[in-house]
């Protein structure tokens, strides 16, 4: 199973809104509603910000979006914060049953 | 609360096995689904392996299958990875994560180091 694809970085400044994509194929982020997003620290584990493709668990912050259109899903960010440079990874159910992660994306707070 | 917690990492050389264990708290362990993450160093995640509750189906990776094997002791509240012919690539941080549905890796643990060199 080949890894989603997100871009390898993104940035904005701090107030501004930065949205990652994240494109699979219609055997996975295409075909179904099975997508979570994660935000991971340098030297930390990952967190589970966003599932079901767009559902935030209980204590993330509401400035977390996220939708799916076609084979492609999509996390933004808005009213950016320094606390928000972080890596972030998306990740979809496959249709062997298994799941895929994204490749990851760095975002910057200029 | 919620948690997992692994052990078991270390530094051992080519060709060689390590098994590595996670302890679940904090919930009803055999409802859920586990799963191990790795992550080499300075890469993205990739998943390796699942189990599905009382132990019922297993999933590899490609990348692993044939050399590791998950299993789970629902009396202990574990969940374990048995490695075997290491190879310098399979170097990376082991995270535990239950699968709370799909793909909800929540919570992670905080890893357990897997160094394979001579």
Redesign the interface.
Known sequence: ?S?LTQPASVSGSPGQSITISCTGTSSDVGG?N?V?W?Q?YPGK????II??VSNR?SGVSNRFSASKSGNTASLTISGLQAEDEADY?C???TSS????????TKLTVL | QVQVVESGGGLVKPGGSLRLSCVASGFRFSDYYMSWVRQAPGKGLEWISYITSRGTNVYYADSVKGRFTISRDDAKNSVYLQINSLRAEDTAMYYCARLAGWPNFDPWGQGTLVTVSS
């Open positions: 199973q890894a179904y099975y979570s994660y991971q584990a990952p967190k589970l599932y079901d668990p990874y990740s979809s159910y049953s298994t799941p895929v992660f994204g490749g990851g």
